[in-house]
């Protein structure tokens, strides 16, 4: 049987109730305006995060050096567009601004945090925006620019939405995976600006991560 999204299940249901004609786009609008919201896999965050039942988590410690992360429990595959929205409720007293990073890793990376810490998005296949300096972050520490995400001053109350898009053609490369960011809710003219990255694997399994360097607070909102 082919495995299908529960945000697919859910629009597909409604569709076949409600509609006699049900073109591809709509099926797709209909799934980003229904999706239904992630959880943080409890058993798999780092221990250092602590997992609140209001979809909060938060670091419980103070900065050590090292990254510690929070994991979604949904597992986003080929075929399927995912939207998360993730707000930032608390930020460091001791900082300005605060300093989180928001983005996807391989499902696979969340079952090796059983073994071993997971050192950062970077170190992992994983792809993020970074608040503290609206950096886009894969395969390389010192970030790459990100127009859309530089020229925000992320604070506290601030809504980050990312959408994860593995719906290409058979026929294209498997590395055509798209990967957006919205910030409040504000769209550009122009929509590539909100692209950080055009080339995931659409043929991985990916999950929702977040970063904390600081004690800081981000909580996981339904669409």
């Known amino acids: 049987m082919m495995s299908c999204s529960r945000e697919q299940l859910l629009v597909s249901g409604y569709v076949r109730n409600n509609f006699v004609w049900s073109p591809t786009v709509l ?10 919201t992630d959880s943080w896999d409890a058993a798999l965050t780092d221990p250092h995060i602590i997992v609140a039942t209001n979809l909060q ?13 929070a994991f979604g ?11 998360w929205h993730v707000q930032i409720t ?3 007293a001791k900082l300005r601004q605060p300093y989180v990073q928001v983005g996807i890793m391989p499902q696979q990376t969340k ?5 071993r810490r997971i050192e950062g998005f970077c170190q992992n296949d994983g792809y993020c925006l970074y608040t503290a300096s609206g950096k886009k972050y894969h395969d390389g520490i010192t970030g790459e620019s990100f127009p859309y995400g530089e020229r925000h001053a992320f604070k506290v109350g601030d809504v980050i939405s990312m959408q994860l898009e593995l719906t290409q053609k ?8 798209v990967l957006k960011f919205i910030i409040n809710g ?6 590539m600006m909100h692209i950080a990255f055009d080339t ?4 991985q399994r990916w999950i929702l991560s977040i970063g904390l360097y600081f004690k800081e607070t981000v909580r996981l909102m339904s669409c």
């Open 27 to 36: 099926k797709n609008m209909l799934s980003l305006w229904l999706s239904l």
């Open 57 to 69: 988590v938060e670091r419980s410690i103070e900065w050590d050096t090292g990254l510690y992360h």
């Open 73 to 83: 429990t949904d597992c986003v595959t080929r075929g399927h567009c995912k939207t």
């Open 90 to 92: 608390r930020q460091d």
């Open 111 to 115: 079952f090796n945090s059983k073994i």
């Open 170 to 177: 058979a026929n294209q490369t498997k590395n055509c995976g």
């Open 186 to 191: 504000q769209y550009e003219a122009d929509e």
């Open 200 to 203: 995931i694997d659409i043929n």
